[in-house]
């Protein structure tokens, strides 16, 4: 991670290995499309030219490997089991406000799906998480730019590029 926080990585896990093909069918009742081997949710706001356009991706995992299966191999039948999700919030390039709807998608994910929450190498709680993102996302904006901000993209640009 750096200075900016351009991604932030939230694990939800379960306590038990589970089906793909069970998972990719809740994941797109939800809402969620999936490409390639991973999914995402679209942000519903407007999205500027410099700001993300998903609102987070997800990565599925058994243990700490990723699994490469795509839509057609689950539909084909050849999936494995997963225990893990990745979730993906580019926080830098989002404005502050989706923070809310992260932690409703994050919320959905845990109930529907009866998962645990780790930030940052620890269980936690969605009220401690969404308190470390604003401390964050407020961070930011005192010390470079707002998230989600041209300012704050053109910084990243320049020093990641």
């Known amino acids: 991670m750096n200075d900016y926080f351009e991604e932030i990585k939230i694990y939800l896990v379960s306590k038990s290995l589970r089906s793909r093909k069970v998972l990719h069918k809740t994941l797109k ?10 999914y995402y949710f679209n942000r519903c706001d407007s999205v500027m030219p ?8 997800l990565d599925i995992r058994l243990g700490d490997e990723s699994k490469y299966e795509t839509e057609k191999d689950i539909e084909d039948g050849v999936s494995t089991d997963w225990n893990t999700i990745v979730v993906s919030y580019l926080l830098a390039t989002l404005p502050e406000e989706n923070i809310s709807l992260l932690i409703e998608k994050i919320n959905e994910l845990m109930i529907t799906l009866n998962l645990s929450l780790f930030y940052d190498g620890a269980e936690t709680n969605l009220i401690l998480f969404s308190e470390k993102l604003a401390e964050i996302a407020k961070k930011l904006a005192e010390s470079y730019a707002p998230t989600g901000s041209e300012e704050l993209a053109l910084l990243i640009e320049e020093n990641y590029g």
């Open 50 to 57: 410099w700001q993300a356009e998903e609102l987070l991706t």
């Open 29 to 38: 009742n939800m809402g969620y499309i999936s490409e390639d081997d991973f």
